[in-house]
């Protein structure tokens, strides 16, 4: 594969490593991250949520969670996704402090609101290199069905990108054709490094 990607949710729990399992299992450069000041899990009510700092291995959180209420966490799919998370990577990481990892060259976002805070990120950051990156919203619900169908989608626009030599001359058809072929609006921004 000849691009990096970066997945990128509000806590780096749901829709970005579903994306991220995905897509390291087809052999793509993939990395993720949340945005959020915290990562948040649903608790016993919505007034209750789990909250946790960013680098909280995510074996931590599935023994705490399996301690507190272990058909409650199994019930509603947050063991299962926290065990697969596991087999990812070490722990969530936060968007805002992935720095040191280097620079990508296609981001997803998979909420609007997401998509504002890379890109103002992004904005905020030293451009010393003066390298464009793609930044894609692909629109996902915070479910556990929606994020597997948002990570076959963002496999299938990667593939779509992997495909053409230089994203920059492509991008417009590429986004219009999967647009097209799957009915769902994508926002897009090209900043720069």
């Not at 949520?49 to 019930?75: I, Q, S, W």
């Not at 070490?90 to 609007?112: C, H, K, M, S």
Request: hydrophobic share 35%; with cysteine; proline share 4%.
């Amino acid at each position: 594969m000849k691009f990096r990607y970066a997945m990128v949710c509000s806590s780096n729990q749901n829709r970005s490593m579903e994306a991220h399992c995905l897509l390291k299992k087809q052999g793509f450069d993939v990395s993720s991250y949340g945005t959020g000041t915290h990562v948040k899990l649903p608790g016993p009510s919505l007034r209750e949520p789990n909250v946790y700092e960013f680098g909280t291995p995510y074996k931590h959180m599935f023994d705490d969670l399996r301690r507190k209420d272990p058909e409650l966490y199994k019930r509603n799919g947050i063991l299962p996704m926290l065990k697969r998370n596991l087999s990812v990577k070490l722990a969530p990481q936060r968007w805002q402090d992935n720095a040191a990892d280097g620079y990508f060259d296609i981001v997803f976002t998979f909420e609007e609101k997401v998509f504002d805070m890379v890109l103002e990120d992004l904005h905020n950051r030293d451009q010393v290199l003066l390298k464009s990156v793609l930044v894609i919203n692909l629109e996902v619900k915070d479910n556990h069905e929606e994020a597997a169908v948002g990570a076959r989608l963002a496999l299938d626009l990667c593939e779509q990108i992997e495909a053409v030599e230089s994203w920059e001359d492509s991008v417009d058809d590429i986004l219009i054709c999967f647009e097209n072929k799957h009915r769902r609006k994508l926002l897009y921004s090209i900043s720069f490094y």
